[in-house]
């Protein structure tokens, strides 16, 4: 073998250049590491979901053609470690050039630059050839700028890959952005028609991580996993998604509700995160899709979803990209508390939290508003140091790549970056939970109570966030409002809605 080719777990993209020309002299390289399980506790599906993948691409490449070496957990040969499983590699195949493609975790980066650097022979790195920016992209796009706005970025990706244009270089229906019209909360219509294809037995792949003692969290049906995990069966989720959920998408995007797990949601970050399906083939199909039932199914569904991919999936990359290593250790609110035991079992009364996080353990899920007005949201009110947060959403959820994960976390949930992503922080009273979900009904605290027993623990946390934070906040335009309003509040009320959040954020596992 002269090359050696490696392939990380979240490289499955079948549509490589790589795998287009026959290539004897090549060999392949995926490996199930304890560097990877290890680097925070994750959640069981999540490791379930890159080995079921891992293995299912290899016997694709396999199929091809391909020679491949493929290390699992409890390989002989496995060292735990990319480096030294490569360098003994390079050595005992006598390897004359290792080539990889570009990670996009800056912790894999720094790794596969110095191994590259160690190896004593020539290395080179490759585009994944998935995403739709390369990593600086952002960056020389806002150079010069004041601010970092998406909505710019959104209608550069839209014009420069013309995506939802007319021909005359127009927005689609004659407006970028259709925000405002996807507002609505769900009261139990229309039916969501939930998917009940295929359900995999993953049984040998969990006893394999246990056997392993890889301490992961959460819980699993393993004769019923229904993650999608190869190709053909992301394929039917994008399907899925195009003839029964797109048309409610938009209206319901952000509504939330104690029995729905999904919604009108894709469940498609982890085929893309996987890179086992591209970002512009969901986008293609979608828009094809309406295209095909414009008279049941309005743009404003279609608009919604193509900003999430091609507007927020790339730009947080860029940031991502444009800020590391230094977002990493952010925490402008100087916050530093510790996130609340129950975010690890859900056993708080207070509804909402219980349900998001319920979902999240039990299927390694939160939909985008649950990870944003729910748990976010609560733990910024509380104050919790940013690295435990996002040490949480790095483990718990299926989709949680670094990339994508932090700036969505400390950026724009947490406000670590001090505004860079997020206009304004994401804070919240229960009012707001209350207006998007079905939560308050069935809870015990009273969501319009404000200082006694049974109050709402949002409304006090909320009105002490603004309060403490006055300062910091005043430069804010966006944050004008709410900074009036709280100004309007009586010295001794603030002081009793304040004594009330100080309790909580002493003992919110009383809560
Ligand atoms: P849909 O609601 O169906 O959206 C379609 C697709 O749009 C998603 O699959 C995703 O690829 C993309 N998308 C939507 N919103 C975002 C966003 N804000 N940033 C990037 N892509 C987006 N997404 C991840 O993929 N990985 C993460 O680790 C992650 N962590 C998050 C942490 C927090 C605190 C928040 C607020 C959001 C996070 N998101 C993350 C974004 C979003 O919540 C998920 O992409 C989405 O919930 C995945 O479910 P879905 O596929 O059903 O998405
Ligand atoms: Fe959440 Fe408050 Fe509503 Fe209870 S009342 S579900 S704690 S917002």
């Known amino acids: 073998m002269k090359t050696l080719r490696l392939i990380l777990g979240d490289q499955l993209n079948h549509k490589h250049s790589w795998y287009r020309n026959d290539d004897d002299d090549t060999l392949y390289f995926i490996a199930e590491m304890r560097q990877e399980t290890d680097y925070v506790k994750h959640h069981i599906q999540k490791v379930v979901a890159f080995f079921e993948a891992m293995e299912a691409f290899v016997a694709w490449l396999r199929d091809k053609g391909k ?82 706005l998406m909505e710019s970025f959104y209608r550069h990706m839209r014009r420069k890959h013309n995506v939802l244009m007319t021909k005359n270089g127009k927005p689609e229906g004659g407006k970028w952005n259709f925000d405002l019209s996807n507002r609505n909360k769900w009261k139990g219509q229309p039916q969501i028609p939930h998917e009940k294809g295929f359900r995999k037995d993953v049984r040998k792949t969990v006893k394999r991580i246990e056997d392993a003692g890889v301490k992961t969290f959460g819980n699993i049906d393993s004769q019923n996993f229904s993650w999608p995990t190869t190709r053909a069966d992301c394929l039917k989720v ?40 591209h970002p512009m083939e969901v986008i293609r199909a979608v828009i094809h899709h309406w295209e095909s039932n414009k008279s049941a199914i309005s743009l404003n569904e279609v608009e919604g979803f193509v900003r999430q991919i091609l507007g927020w999936r790339e730009y947080m990359r860029g940031i991502y990209w444009k800020e590391m290593p230094g977002y990493a250790r952010c925490n402008r609110l100087d916050n530093q508390k510790d996130l609340p035991d129950f975010y690890w079992t859900a056993e708080t009364d207070m509804n909402c939290l219980h349900h998001a996080i319920r979902n999240s353990l039990d299927h390694a899920y939160a939909h985008h508003i649950q990870r944003l007005m729910i748990t976010g949201n609560f733990a910024l009110l509380l104050g919790v140091h940013p690295d435990q947060v996002d040490a949480w959403y790095l483990g718990i959820y299926i989709d949680a790549i670094e990339w994508v994960e932090m700036p969505n976390t400390r950026g724009m949930s947490q406000f670590a970056d001090g505004g860079l992503v997020a206009t304004k922080p994401y804070v919240s009273s229960g009012s707001y939970i209350h207006k998007m979900s079905n939560y308050c009904e069935g809870c015990r605290y009273n ?40 100004g309007r509040i009586e010295e001794r009320d603030l002081e009793k809605l304040r004594e009330r959040a100080r309790q909580v954020i002493r003992s919110p596992q009383d809560y």
């Open 67 to 148: 020679k491949v070496v493929y290390y699992k957990l409890d390989g002989r040969n496995n060292t735990q470690k990319l480096g030294t499983n490569i360098a003994a590699l390079v050595k005992e195949r006598g390897i004359e050039k290792f080539e990889y493609q570009l990670p996009d975790e800056y912790r894999l980066d720094q790794q596969l630059r110095q191994l590259a650097d160690d190896l004593s022979i020539p290395s080179e790195a490759f585009d994944t050839e998935h995403f739709l920016t390369t990593r600086n992209e952002l960056a020389e796009f806002f150079e010069g700028k004041k601010s970092l």
């Open 238 to 277: 994008l399907r899925y998604f195009c003839d029964h959920l797109l048309v409610h998408f938009g209206d319901y995007q952000d509504a939330m509700d104690p029995e729905q797990v999904y919604l009108f949601h894709s469940r498609l970050s982890f085929a893309m995160n996987s890179k086992l399906l």
């Open 447 to 486: 969501v319009k109570g404000k200082t006694g027993e049974d109050a709402c623990p949002f409304n006090s946390l909320y009105w002490n966030f603004l309060a403490e934070k006055r300062e910091f906040l005043e430069a804010n335009q966006r944050m004008a409002m709410m900074l009036s309003t709280l």
